[in-house]
């Protein structure tokens, strides 16, 4: 138990980090360098300020100095970043049996393509944009270890249950995840070739590429699934209470990016419920 409440409380800092990354990105600041701040007054923030979570608490919300409201954003990053550690840790963690010395990396991994998926989802939300910065370094990650999940990481042994991540099922050479992601984006680029660029935009064939590395088949017909079906809903429901219309642009990547955790986590669960019926 404990060492749950240590990962919740990692993520909740990884995800403090996540918020100042979006903010930096969209501000063109440098993510490294330079103290937080609060984003309307540009007060420096004390380190008791940046307490993930606790600080919005005690604050109620508002800057300490202006008194200005922070958005409800950076408490929710933070808290879905600690939850979503803590639910990916058994998938890929320390504790299952002959997972052995490897267990670091994937937990590494995992951690990493929650961190990106939860930048994506955000930011595609705010700024209708997918950040090159964001993506292509995790399709580079990503592809090398689609590529090594066969040989450098394979350990005879050991086998994921039935709801594992077959990418990092490390018992066989992923070929499939390079398919997926092949297929994926092509599939996203007819869409926009078909539509001219009024459905899609480019940056959602990148994270399709990037949700076939990740996913692999057939997980990745879980996410696009739930990515179209969720979109289609929120999509009519936005319209029917006329927080849009049909001509108002909705960003498909917070789709996308939702669809790739629900399938992380659910992907071969209805992939066996769905075969069931079928055969
Ligand atoms: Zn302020």
Request: proline share 4%.
């Amino acid at each position: 138990m404990t060492v749950i409440f240590y990962i919740f409380i990692f993520g909740l800092i990884i995800g403090s980090f996540l918020n100042a990354v979006i903010y930096r990105l969209e501000a063109k600041k440098s993510v490294c360098r330079g103290r937080s701040f609060c984003p309307e007054c540009k007060h420096i923030l004390a380190w008791y300020d940046l307490i993930p979570l606790l600080s919005f608490i005690f604050l109620g919300g508002k800057c300490r100095y202006c008194h200005q409201e922070i958005s409800i954003q950076y408490p929710l990053v933070e808290l879905a970043t600690g939850l979503l550690f803590v639910l990916i840790f058994p998938l890929v963690g320390g504790s299952r049996p002959m997972a052995g010395q490897f267990s670091i990396f994937n937990l590494s991994y995992g951690f990493y393509i929650i961190s990106i998926l939860i930048v994506i989802f955000v930011y595609d939300l705010k700024y209708y944009i997918i950040p090159d910065k964001i993506i292509l370094p995790a399709i580079i990650v990503s592809s090398l270890w689609s590529l090594s999940a066969g040989n450098y990481l394979k350990i005879e042994n050991w086998k994921l249950p039935a709801q594992g991540w077959s990418a990092l099922g490390g018992e066989i050479i992923d070929v499939n995840s390079l398919l997926a992601a092949f297929g994926a984006s092509a599939f996203f680029l007819s869409l926009i070739i078909i539509s001219k660029g009024r459905w899609m935009g480019f940056g959602d064939v990148k994270l399709a590429f990037l949700m076939g590395l990740i996913l692999s088949f057939p997980n990745i017909l879980v996410a696009l699934f739930t990515a179209f079906i969720s979109g289609a809903i929120i999509g009519a429901g936005l319209i029917l209470f006329k927080k849009k219309d049909l001509k108002s642009q909705i960003p498909f990547g917070p789709f996308l990016a939702g669809g790739t955790i629900f399938s992380l986590f659910f992907g071969e669960i209805i992939i066996n419920w769905y075969l069931n019926i079928l055969l």
